[in-house]
C-alpha cells in the first residue's frame, strides 16, 4: 500500500466541499501543474446508498465525477500559476466524453487518476479516469472556469 501524500485531514483542508459531499479520502500522487491521484474507500454506511440502491448499492455516476472533479481542484490548488487567489477557485462547467464503464460498489478501493491537458486563462481542461483493482470505471474529460467566492459588488 502507498503512502499518502496527503492524508484525508489535509485533503478536507484543500476543498471547500465538506461532510457528507467529500468524496475524496487521500492523495497518493501529485505533480502540480500536471497531474494527481487520489483515491475514495467506497464504503456502504454512505449516505447515498440509502436509495441509490436499496436492494444492490452502486455508486451513483454524478458522484464519481464529483470525486474526480474534487481530484482536479487539489491538483488546481497545489499549482501556481493558475491565477487563483484565495477567495477564487475553480469550478466544474463541462463535462466532455465521460463514460461509466463498470459499476462502483461498497468495498471498492477507487483511484481517480487526472491530467491536465491545458491552462488557459479562466480555463482549465483535464483528462479524468476512475478505477477500481486496475479495471477503468469510468473516464472523460472536465473543463474548469475561475469563479469567486465573494458576493459580486453592486457597481457605484
Given at each position: 500500500?502507498?503512502?499518502?501524500?496527503?492524508?484525508?485531514?489535509?485533503?478536507?483542508?484543500?476543498?471547500?466541499?465538506?461532510?457528507?459531499?467529500?468524496?475524496?479520502?487521500?492523495?497518493?500522487?501529485?505533480?502540480?501543474?500536471?497531474?494527481?491521484?487520489?483515491?475514495?474507500?467506497?464504503?456502504?454506511?454512505?449516505?447515498?446508498?440509502?436509495?441509490?440502491?436499496?436492494?444492490?448499492?452502486?455508486?451513483?455516476?454524478?458522484?464519481?465525477?464529483?470525486?474526480?472533479?474534487?481530484?482536479?481542484?487539489?491538483?488546481?490548488?497545489?499549482?501556481?500559476?493558475?491565477?487563483?487567489?484565495?477567495?477564487?477557485?475553480?469550478v466544474l462547467g463541462a463535462i466532455h466524453d465521460m463514460r461509466f464503464l463498470v459499476p462502483v460498489v461498497p468495498g471498492d478501493h477507487m483511484e481517480m487518476d487526472i491530467q491536465v491537458?491545458?491552462?488557459?486563462?479562466?480555463?482549465?481542461?483535464?483528462?479524468?479516469?476512475?478505477?477500481?483493482?486496475?479495471?477503468?470505471?469510468?473516464?472523460?474529460?472536465?473543463?474548469?472556469?475561475?469563479?469567486?467566492?465573494?458576493?459580486?459588488?453592486?457597481?457605484?
Open positions: 500500500m502507498t503512502v499518502p501524500i496527503m492524508t484525508f485531514e489535509e485533503v478536507r483542508e484543500a476543498l471547500k466541499q465538506r461532510f457528507p459531499m467529500i468524496m475524496v479520502d487521500t492523495v497518493s500522487a501529485l505533480e502540480p501543474g500536471k497531474s494527481i491521484r487520489t483515491t475514495k474507500n467506497v464504503t456502504g454506511n454512505e449516505i447515498q446508498f440509502l436509495g441509490h440502491f436499496p436492494e444492490h448499492a452502486v455508486m451513483p455516476g454524478t458522484l464519481i465525477v464529483e470525486a474526480l472533479g474534487q481530484s482536479a481542484s487539489i491538483l488546481f490548488s497545489k499549482t501556481t500559476g493558475t491565477g487563483t487567489r484565495p477567495e477564487e477557485f475553480l491537458l491545458k491552462f488557459a486563462g479562466d480555463l482549465a481542461l483535464v483528462e479524468a479516469a476512475a478505477t477500481v483493482g486496475g479495471t477503468v470505471v469510468a473516464k472523460g474529460k472536465l473543463g474548469f472556469a475561475r469563479r469567486s467566492l465573494k458576493a459580486p459588488q453592486p457597481s457605484e
